[in-house]
């Protein structure tokens, strides 16, 4: 199950043109089970009703401050109960109002209650955004702890073209749950290097050595470890996948390039997972100008690309894991490189049901004989019952560094 499962969200919404991209987050994370909590402030409810939020989260909105819940104030109950709070669009009166501790609205109330993380997502005019009094209350609520993300530059519903956009939805759901992730996550603390896409080969200023690698996999991967927490350095070749939010991305072209990136991040790295397809042989000249068609055979010499996971042979610290992509003799052949290569651990799959497909089944082999099966399914959901597992049988090497965190509610109990 994913990070947003059975989560606790308290969702503000400040009154500002971009109220109707709202509507979708809050459908988007009703949809993967998180418990989303609408509150309105009064300009918000007169660019989108109440009604529409209720409709999407099956839950009951808040828009006045005398509001109650269970017989307790709401701002108070929601608060302690909360996993996080965000705050999407955040005004410039917001942030002054939450930076100076004000409490006249469900919003501030709620956000002095909690001892849940809290994120805010501006959206405002280009010169509202820049003010020295904005980005001197951005400061203070940095300062403390709050996350706030930068607004998107663009065009804004003034026309005027700037920073004060409100950030694409998928980024927000994105940030959101990397902070779920580090505050409840299971791998909170840990570091995670992923390869993922293709690599390309240059032949001439123009053509290039490539395979059909869409890098879905990977990116699912490195989504899936961001959501329980890890710092994530995905080394991304050339790929059609949409890049996921709220991790570091290293862009590289070449075997080579990937190489050196790969070894420029692994050594503090608890987790390798080298997913990447990346190609075996190389042009073994690469030429500087277009080669131009004849009526003569070509003919083009290639020469070994390097072998990124034989030169981490002899490296142990992170758990290693290897991608094994095969046309026949599948199992065979994955063995084999799980013993050349001294990995942890080999994912086994058909190359062409799986190569820029949506869905895959897998089959992981481990270094001490072991074998499971994953069923095809979603290549989300794969990444999720993958990392699953290599946690299960890894829990010192890759679980939560640190005092594990509890709900905010379970603190208040304890206390």
């Given at each position: 199950?994913?990070?947003?499962?059975?989560?606790?969200?308290v969702?503000g919404v400040?009154g500002?043109?971009?109220?109707y991209?709202?509507?979708?987050l809050?459908?988007?994370?009703?949809?993967?089970?998180?418990l989303?909590?609408?509150?309105?402030?009064?300009?918000?409810?007169?660019?989108?009703?109440?009604?529409t939020?209720?409709?999407l989260?099956?839950?009951?909105v808040?828009?006045?401050?005398?509001?109650?819940?269970e017989?307790?104030?709401?701002?108070?109950?929601?608060?302690?109960?909360?996993?996080?709070?965000?705050?999407?669009?955040a005004?410039?009166?917001?942030?002054?109002?939450?930076?100076?501790g004000?409490?006249?609205?469900m919003?501030?109330?709620?956000?002095?209650?909690?001892r849940?993380?809290v994120?805010?997502?501006?959206?405002?005019?280009?010169?509202m955004w820049?003010?020295?009094?904005?980005?001197?209350?951005?400061?203070?609520?940095?300062?403390r702890?709050?996350?706030?993300?930068?607004?998107?530059?663009?065009m804004l519903a003034?026309?005027?073209?700037g920073r004060?956009?409100?950030?694409?939805?998928?980024?927000?759901?994105?940030?959101l749950?990397?902070?779920?992730?580090?505050?409840?996550?299971?791998m909170?603390?840990?570091?995670?290097?992923?390869?993922?896409?293709?690599?390309h080969?240059?032949?001439?200023?123009?053509?290039?050595?490539?395979?059909?690698?869409?890098?879905?996999?990977?990116?699912?991967l490195?989504?899936?470890?961001r959501?329980q927490?890890?710092?994530?350095?995905?080394?991304?070749g050339?790929a059609?996948?949409?890049?996921p939010?709220?991790?570091d991305?290293v862009?590289?072209?070449?075997?080579?390039?990937?190489h050196?990136?790969?070894h420029a991040?692994?050594?503090?790295?608890?987790?390798l997972?080298?997913?990447?397809a990346v190609?075996?042989?190389?042009?073994?000249?690469?030429?500087?100008?277009k080669l131009?068609?004849?009526?003569e055979?070509?003919?083009i010499?290639?020469?070994?690309?390097?072998?990124?996971?034989?030169?981490l042979?002899?490296?142990?610290?992170?758990?290693?894991?290897?991608?094994a992509a095969?046309t026949?003799?599948?199992l065979?052949?994955?063995?084999d490189?799980l013993?050349?290569k001294?990995?942890?651990?080999?994912?086994?799959?058909?190359?062409?049901?799986?190569?820029g497909?949506?869905?895959?089944e897998?089959?992981l082999?481990?270094?001490?004989g072991?074998?499971?099966?994953?069923?095809?399914a979603?290549?989300?959901?794969?990444?999720e019952?993958?990392?699953?597992?290599?946690?299960?049988r890894w829990?010192?090497?890759?679980?939560?560094?640190?005092?594990?965190?509890?709900?905010?509610s379970?603190r208040?109990?304890?206390?």
């Open positions: 199950m994913g990070i947003l499962a059975g989560k606790r969200i969702l400040g500002s043109i971009a109220n991209k709202v509507i979708e809050a459908r988007q994370l009703t949809v993967a089970g998180a989303v909590d609408v509150l309105m402030t009064e300009e918000a409810t007169r660019f989108v009703t109440p009604l939020f209720q409709s989260t099956y839950r009951p808040y828009t006045e401050m005398w509001s109650t819940v017989n307790a104030a709401a701002h108070v109950k929601l608060g302690e109960e909360a996993d996080i709070v965000v705050v999407v669009p005004t410039a009166h917001t942030l002054a109002s939450i930076a100076h004000l409490a006249d609205t919003i501030l109330t709620t956000i002095l209650a909690t849940a993380p994120m805010l997502v501006p959206a405002m005019n280009v010169n820049h003010n020295s009094a904005t980005q001197a209350n951005v400061a203070l609520l940095k300062q702890g709050l996350l706030v993300l930068e607004p998107d530059e663009g003034s026309g005027i073209t004060g956009r409100l950030p694409a939805i998928e980024r927000v759901e994105a940030e749950q990397a902070l779920l992730g580090r505050t409840y996550g299971t909170a603390g840990r570091k995670v290097v992923v390869t993922a896409g293709g690599t080969e240059p032949l001439d200023p123009v053509r290039f050595l490539g395979n059909r690698a869409s890098g879905q996999m990977g990116y699912a490195a989504a899936a470890a959501d927490g890890a710092a994530v350095t995905l080394i991304s050339p059609t996948a949409a890049e939010f709220a991790l991305v862009r590289v072209e070449t075997a080579q390039q990937m050196d990136a790969v991040h692994v050594a503090d790295a608890d987790l997972v080298m997913n990447a190609a075996d042989y190389r042009p073994a000249q690469a030429v500087d100008h131009k068609k004849t009526d055979q070509l003919t010499a290639l020469e070994r690309t390097p072998d990124i996971l034989q030169s042979v002899d490296i142990r610290r992170p758990i290693k894991i290897g991608f095969e026949n003799d599948l065979a052949y994955a063995a490189k013993d050349r001294k990995l942890d651990l080999i994912v086994a799959n058909d190359a062409v049901s799986s190569i497909q949506p869905e895959i897998v089959t082999l481990d270094a001490d072991g074998k499971v099966t994953l069923p095809r979603a290549k989300g959901l794969i990444a019952q993958l990392l699953e597992h290599v946690l299960q829990p010192e090497r890759l679980g939560r560094t640190g005092a594990s965190v509890v709900a905010p379970m208040l109990e304890e206390e």
